[in-house]
């Protein structure tokens, strides 16, 4: 690919704008054919495809991984199974656990799942991280910075995303589990995740 841009026969790859405009149109093309929302990124046409794994894993159910590249976590512990079908077959046929790796849990695991499981759903409700553990009640202020930038709106509940923040979803899911964790580790690494925060506007 690399050579075949050089060359000149290869497009650039969508810049920002193009990428939040094509997923922009992608939603709204989705939504005008009658397609269901099952998360962020998931829709469907009926209820044959219900992304029951990736909502499940989510929010952090004890799930047995089965298959080549699957992952989940039992008691504490995360796995993954080898991605590459040779390896994967090598280690079955050897009579090996094809485990790729397996990792313990962070502290705030159950947390982290909570997170996940509700922006997956394009939504986030900062109250009941706070009544999992009050400390959590310093991320407010990034429900305000959000919400002055555009990318998620309070209804009085929690906050929804907005279609740009449906967009972020992603960095917008590892911003707040890294100000999760430095709010939990401490104050001082915790203005260093405000300031990184504040540096995205």
């Keep these: 690919m690399i050579k075949l841009k050089k060359r000149g026969n ?4 969508a810049t920002t704008k193009e ?30 495809e219900r992304s029951l794994y990736n909502t499940l894993a989510r929010g952090g159910v004890h799930l047995f991984p089965f298959g080549c590249g699957a992952g989940g976590h039992v008691d504490g512990i995360s796995t993954m199974l080898h991605r590459t079908l040779p390896m994967y077959e090598k280690m079955v046929s050897a009579g090996q656990k094809p485990l790729m790796f397996l990792q313990q849990e962070s502290p705030y695991a159950r947390i982290a799942d909570r997170i996940q499981a509700q922006l997956n759903q394009c939504r986030l409700d900062l109250e009941d991280l706070a009544r999992m553990d009050s400390r959590l009640s310093d991320l407010q202020w990034l429900g305000d910075l959000w919400e002055e930038y555009g ?19 992603v960095n917008m899911t590892q911003t707040v589990l890294e100000c999760v964790e430095l709010l939990m580790e401490g104050a001082e690494q915790g203005k260093a995740a405000e300031a990184r925060v504040a540096e995205q506007g």
């Design 10 to 13: 290869l497009s650039p790859a």
């Design 19 to 48: 990428q939040t405009a094509m997923f922009a149109f992608g939603k709204k093309y989705l939504d005008a054919l009658g397609y269901k929302r099952l998360s962020f990124c998931h829709w469907s046409r009926n209820n044959r």
């Design 151 to 169: 990318l998620w709106k309070h209804n009085g509940y929690l906050y929804h995303l907005t279609e740009a923040g449906q967009f972020w979803e």
